[in-house]
Nanobody, 126 residues
Framework: HVQLVESGGGSVQAGGSLRLSCSAS????????MGWFRQAPGKEREGVAA?????????ADSVKGRFTISQDSAKNTVTVYLQMNSLKPEDTGIYYC???????????????????WGQGTQVTVS
């Protein structure tokens, strides 16, 4: 039973920072991709950043240089962080983390590739 729990969302003024966390448990594959995605009202869910079990990363162009994804691995649990700096109003949305097997790197930010999702955490930038 795969379980992902996000935390760290909130409200911040433009230019501020937030750090999101996602703890994943129950995923039995040693090789994985974990990604952060966001969905604004009326818009499709989009990929923000992803990291694989070896530490390779990918970012959406809109967040490069502002967001950083990282991870900590412990026995049976992986925690992935998303450090968000220089936040903009257009970064507002519900942020979800997800985990699944990695395919080609060009697909890491495609939400359709992921089968396991957290419940989401709201980020509001004003």
């Amino acid at each position: 039973h795969v379980q992902l729990v996000e935390s760290g969302g909130g409200s911040v003024q433009a230019g501020g920072s937030l750090r999101l966390s996602c703890s994943a448990s129950g995923y039995t594959y040693s090789s994985y991709c974990m990604g952060w995605f966001r969905q604004a009202p009326g818009k499709e869910r989009e990929g923000v950043a992803a990291i694989d079990s070896d530490g390779s990363t990918r970012y959406a162009d809109s967040v490069k240089g502002r967001f950083t994804i990282s991870q900590d691995s412990a026995k049976n649990t992986v925690t992935v962080y998303l450090q968000m700096n220089s936040l903009k109003p257009e970064d507002t949305g519900i942020y979800y983390c997800a985990v699944d097997r990695c395919g080609v790197a060009t697909g890491w930010l495609d939400p359709r590739r992921y089968n396991y999702w957290g419940q989401g955490t709201q980020v509001t930038v004003s």
